[in-house]
Nanobody
Framework: QVQLVESGGGLVQAGGSLRLSCVAS????????MGWFRQAPGKEREFAAT????????AYADSVKGRFTISRDNAKNTVYLQMSSLKPEDTAVYYC????????????????WGQGTQVTVSS
């Protein structure tokens, strides 16, 4: 089993920045990939970014590419999502997830999920 705990969400003005963190515990050696998803009210959960175990492979949704950066610190079992140039449409609950596959972009390929952290971007 793997447990994930997110933090770092909050309220920010448009154009601002936030950094989300996700700490993994448990059988983290079984997780080749970590990812971030988000879900806005009334919408389906959507992929934002993913990263491989060594950090050498990353993938981003077109909607966040160039503004968000995913990274990880394996010594701390932590994955980060640095979000810049935030827009009101980035408002959502952000979820950290862990997958046994290599950098998947579909939610169904992630076996473990955190509880989510709210990000609100005001205009």
């Amino acid at each position: 089993q793997v447990q994930l705990v997110e933090s770092g969400g909050g309220l920010v003005q448009a154009g601002g920045s936030l950094r989300l963190s996700c700490v993994a515990s448990g059988r983290t050696s079984s997780i080749p990939s970590m990812g971030w998803f988000r879900q806005a009210p009334g919408k389906e959960r959507e992929f934002a970014a993913t990263i491989s175990w060594r950090g050498s492979i990353t993938a981003y949704a077109d909607s966040v590419k160039g503004r968000f950066t995913i990274s990880r610190d394996n010594a701390k079992n932590t994955v980060y999502l640095q979000m810049s140039s935030l827009k009101p449409e980035d408002t959502a609950v952000y979820y950290c997830a862990a997958s046994r596959r290599l950098v998947p972009t579909q939610a169904q390929d992630y076996a473990y999920w955190g509880q989510g952290t709210q990000v609100t971007v005001s205009s």
